[in-house]
């Protein structure tokens, strides 16, 4: 299923606009949070973009949902959101990419692209960190330097 569809679905039930959430709604929300804790490794970014991950956080801040004893939606909220954390926790590694290949003829040391992919926390949003390290002055000649590929696919 469709993350976004199944946030929109959970959050017409567990949070809606100036209402309590319905008892009788309550075992069709365990089933589309249930096909949530199925989904194995989802992407940050396609949690992200559903915006799931704010839904799981006002589930766990909320005073009283009904049947609450029943389906445990607090816990399996909070579970699900620290078992997506920790998946990609641990996918965060440094890494380096080698671009020579792309150098021009004339460059004689190798250029090296550091992509580290910062950890957020519950506050901070996602970013990239990009560092990169010319070591050959002559790239201070600019005709000798790649054209951009935004220029090279009409972008600009």
Known sequence: MHLKYLRYKLQQGL????????????????VYLKKLED???????????AKIHK???????LDNIPQ?????????????????N??????EQPTTISIAQHQPEH???????DLTELSDSEESTQSTSVQAARTDESWSDS???PMPCCFVYGLI
């Open 39 to 49: 989904i194995a490794n989802p992407s940050r970014s396609a949690v992200h973009a």
């Open 15 to 30: 949070l809606p606009e100036n209402q309590l959430p319905k008892a009788e709604d309550m075992s069709a929300m365990s």
């Open 55 to 61: 839904v799981l956080k006002a589930i766990k801040k």
């Open 86 to 91: 920790a998946i990609w926790s641990s996918k």
């Open 143 to 145: 005709s000798k330097l």
């Open 107 to 113: 460059a004689s040391k190798s250029q090296v692209i």
């Open 68 to 84: 609450e004893e029943a389906f445990r939606f607090k816990e399996r909220a909070t579970a699900l959101h620290e078992k997506w």
